[in-house]
T-cell receptor
Framework: GAVVSQHPSWVICKSGTSVKIECRSL??????MFWYRQFPKQSLMLMAT?????????EQGVEKDKFLINHASLTLSTLTVTSAHPEDSSFYIC???????????FGPGTRLTVT | AQKITQTQPGMFVQEKEAVTLDCTYD???????LFWYKQPSSGEMIFLIY??????QNATEGRYSLNFQKARKSANLVISASQLGDSAMYFC????????????FGQGTTLQVKP
């Protein structure tokens, strides 16, 4: 299957700072990537769709100025949590669907803790 | 609006026995896909099985099978011969028929396999 990586796997930052999370497709070109957020013991919530070379589309209720998404190449999408607060602490997962594949492939996730 | 419902927050099964995880869905799209993903404590999302809305036969992948009952809008996952390594959270998900690739996830079911 296709491989999606994320970096970092975990990060701790202080309140008010920004943190960038990278999502890479290692063996396929990803024109579209998805960013999800997951709280402990809860489901995945789609935050936004990242489109290569164009603006991301955000789901209702997700602040686009707080969660900046950049998809500058066919293999890399980044999510930047700006001015992070403790309530932004969560597990962030990216995914992509290569070509004609039916299933999405997920990155291993990034655990963000804001202190 | 689309919705996925998993009504079993937690399930126990004895090792080597079979277990069924329930999933019901609601959609007005004529074309859609149904997925099951496994999420171990490490957090990675592992694709298990896929069923298309027009597929006549139930999908099977090794020890996993999907009991697709379209009229009842259910897509239950059956795991045969449970193994200790099957202990994880399981998510049912649905994709829209509009080729956006977006997935909607159910609440998840935590499965524990007892030795």
């Amino acid at each position: 299957g296709a491989v999606v990586s994320q970096h970092p796997s975990w990060v701790i930052c202080k309140s008010g700072t920004s943190v960038k999370i990278e999502c890479r497709s290692l063996d396929f070109q990803a024109t579209t990537m998805f960013w999800y957020r997951q709280f402990p013991k809860q489901s995945l919530m789609l935050m936004a769709t990242s489109n290569e070379g164009s603006k991301a589309t955000y789901e209702q209720g997700v602040e686009k100025d707080k969660f900046l998404i950049n998809h500058a190449s066919l293999t890399l999408s980044t999510l930047t949590v700006t001015s992070a607060h403790p309530e932004d602490s969560s597990f962030y997962i990216c995914s992509s669907k290569p070509g004609l594949h039916l299933e999405q492939y997920f990155g291993p996730g990034t655990r963000l803790t804001v202190t | 609006a689309q919705k996925i419902t998993q009504t079993q927050p937690g399930m126990f099964v004895q090792e080597k026995e079979a277990v069924t995880l329930d999933c019901t869905y609601d959609t007005s799209d004529p074309s859609y896909g149904l997925f099951w993903y496994k999420q171990p404590s490490s957090g990675e999302m592992i694709f298990l099985i896929y069923q298309g809305s027009y597929d006549q036969q139930n999908a099977t992948e090794g020890r996993y099978s999907l009991n697709f009952q379209k009229a009842r809008k259910s897509a239950n996952l059956v795991i045969s011969a449970s193994q200790l390594g099957d202990s994880a959270m399981y998510f049912c998900a649905m994709s829209r028929g509009d080729n956006t690739g977006k997935l909607i996830f159910g609440q998840g079911t935590t499965l524990q396999v007892k030795p």
